[in-house]
């Protein structure tokens, strides 16, 4: 077993597993070992956990899904994310981790599926024609008018109880920052209003990646404490926005001191942000 989590762990720590799984087997290596198997793990997984966490990706990758089609970048905070669906409340132990992941201020969840879509159903005449013969066109027409229902797993139309195979059964979202999850068990939909603070948030974001990049660039070390000027060039808001955040751009950058520059940087980082425009960075290591 302690073999075994050594070949777990080595990643995390090569050189001590190294040495342990060494001493333990007298193997050559434990990076020479396979990745070890679920059978070798004897961990109790617990079911209801992994189907809620199932949950959370799959709306995770919904609202992703929808801020590309949208072409709203993923650091760009937004107000709210809403997800309908029958068994929305085994996510609410989640939401925190769901804020995180879509980047919203806030999620609501609600059962109502009506809130935010609606089930279209369409016949399929080439399977339904040779059951039912010239009724079919009856059954086509009460769909149109909504003289269908849905009871479970089950389809009335007119009154006919339909096969699975005679229909198909959408969930359609009413607004188009919305997105169907798989097997039309709900819906996922973006509040996309981006306010002035949600915009200036967004562009603080943009510059603490720009400036990471930026040190890895410059080849500083992780724990270099850094002295950074920006230069927003002519764009106020950019510059209202970097006063507004200074405290968290100083405090993912590692940056003692965030200076706005006076006049245009001469040598620096170009940071580029979601709308083409760009942040000009001067980094310059402190030691104190």
Known sequence: MLATLCRVAAPLLPLTT???????????????????TSDELPLDADGDLVASM?????VASAA??????????TRQPLAQLLV???????????TSLLQDEANVKSVEL???IGTAGEFVLQLVPAVLGPRVG??????????????WSRH?????????????????????????????????????????????????????????RGVNDA????????????????????????????????????AETLALTVVIADERLTEAHRLELSDGRAVYASLTVRTT
């Open 110 to 112: 609600t059962t109502d």
């Open 215 to 250: 040190r890895r660039k410059q080849g500083l070390r992780v724990t270099d404490r850094i002295h950074l000027v920006l230069d927003p060039e002519h764009h106020d808001d950019v510059r209202a926005a970097i006063e507004r955040h200074k405290d968290y751009i100083g």
């Open 152 to 208: 479970g797993d089950r389809v009335l139309v007119a009154g006919r109880e339909m096969q699975p195979d005679e229909y198909t059964l959408r969930l359609v979202p009413r607004d188009g920052a919305a997105a169907s999850l798989p097997g039309n068990v709900g819906i996922v939909s973006l509040d996309l209003e981006v306010t002035p603070e949600l915009a200036a948030e967004g562009v603080a974001r943009a510059i603490v």
């Open 54 to 58: 199932d949950k959370v990706r799959t």
């Open 84 to 94: 309908a669906a029958p068994d929305v409340e085994a996510l609410r132990p989640f």
């Open 134 to 147: 010239k009724d079919v066109q009856t059954l086509i027409g009460a769909v149109k008018v909504g003289d």
């Open 64 to 73: 992703s899904s929808i801020r590309k089609a949208q072409g709203i970048p």
């Open 18 to 36: 190294d040495a342990v799984y060494r001493d333990l087997t007298g193997g050559d290596s434990v990076h020479l070992d396979h990745w070890p």
